[in-house]
C-alpha cells in the first residue's frame, strides 16, 4: 500500500523515455519513435502518453511565448508490472508551417521540444522533455539554398506574424525569415513559408513582393535561381562594391548599412548610405553636416538628407562602372558649401 502511495507522487513511479529515429525533424516529414516504459516499485494503470511539440519563441532579450503546434496521444497502453519494460512504437508527423529552430548570438530565434506525458489515474503524471531541432520543409530549404549560392545569408528568424487567438490560419503566427547579402552595397529579402509550396518573398527596404508557388521548384529550382539573380541584381551590385572599393570606402564602424565617406569630404558628411532597391536601381542617401539649432531641426525633419537614385546599365557593366563612379564622386561634391546642385 505504501509503494502505491508513493508511487502516485511520482516516487518510485513508471519512467518513459521517448526515442526518436533522429533529433534534427524536418518541417512535413513523419518520424518514427518508442516510448520506452520501465515499471517502478508498484503496479500502475496507464491510460494513454500524450505527446506534444511545443515551440518557444525568444525575443526582446527576455520575453517569450510558447505555443503547441502538434499533440498525439498513444494507447489505452493497460497495466505495467513493477521493474516491466515496454516499449510502444509511434510516428509523429511535423507540421509543414511549425516555425524552424534558430538562435542569434543573443539567444533570441526560436527552439522545440517534445515532451511526453503518461496519464496515470490518481497520480502525478511522470514526464520526458526532448529538444528537437526543426529544419525548413524541402520546398524552402531549396530556396534557402539558391539564395545562399547568390551570396545571401540568414541574420534572422522572427514571428509571431498573425496575432495569437487569430481564427485565420490553423497556427498562431507566420515565421519570418530574413537574410542578408554581403559587401558595402547589401541586398535583403524576407520569407514567410505559407506551406504546399507557397513562399512570400519581401525584397529590399520597400518590401517588394515576389510569390513563389509549387511549380517554381521543379527543375532543381533553377527558374527561381534566374529570378532571384535578376531581382536581387548580383551583378550590379557586384560592379557598385567594386566602384566602392577602389575609391577606398568602407563600413562605418558599429553602424549597420552605413559607410563611411573618403577622407576630404568629411568635414560636410561623415557617412552615408548605398542601398540596391530592385530592378537594378540604387538609392545614394549623404546626411549633410550643418552646424546651429538649424541642424538640430533638419535633423528631426530628416532635412539634411539628399538622396540621389540610378541604375546600372548593361554599358556600366561593360565599363566597369566608371559612369558611377563620376557619378559618386560628383555627389561628394555637392555637399562643399559652393557645390552645385544637378538633377541625376
Known sequence: MFGKILASLNIGGTIVDTILEK??????????????????KSEQKINNATLTLVCEYRYDHKKSVKHTWKQVKIGPIGTIRPQEEKVIP???EVPETMPCTFHDYLRE????NLITDLDIPFAINPHDNDEVTILPHRDLQLLLDILESLGMKVVKMSGPMVPFGSTAPAFPYYQSISLESGGLVSATVSLL???NGEIKCFLGRNSRMLNISASDHEEGGERMKALFEKELGVAERKLVNEVLERLGIDRAPARFYRLRI???YRPYCTEFSLE??????????LDQKRKGLKSMVDDMLDLDERKIRFRVNEEDLRDRGKRIEALIIDSFEQLKPNGTEKNT
Open 23 to 40: 533529433k534534427e525533424l524536418r518541417q512535413g516529414e513523419k518520424v518514427g519513435g518508442q516510448l520506452r516504459l520501465v515499471g517502478g
Open 90 to 92: 509511434f510516428q509523429l
Open 109 to 112: 530565434g526560436f527552439c522545440t
Open 193 to 195: 513559408w505559407k506551406g
Open 262 to 264: 573618403p577622407e576630404r
Open 276 to 285: 540596391y532597391l530592385h530592378k537594378n536601381l540604387f538609392e545614394l542617401e
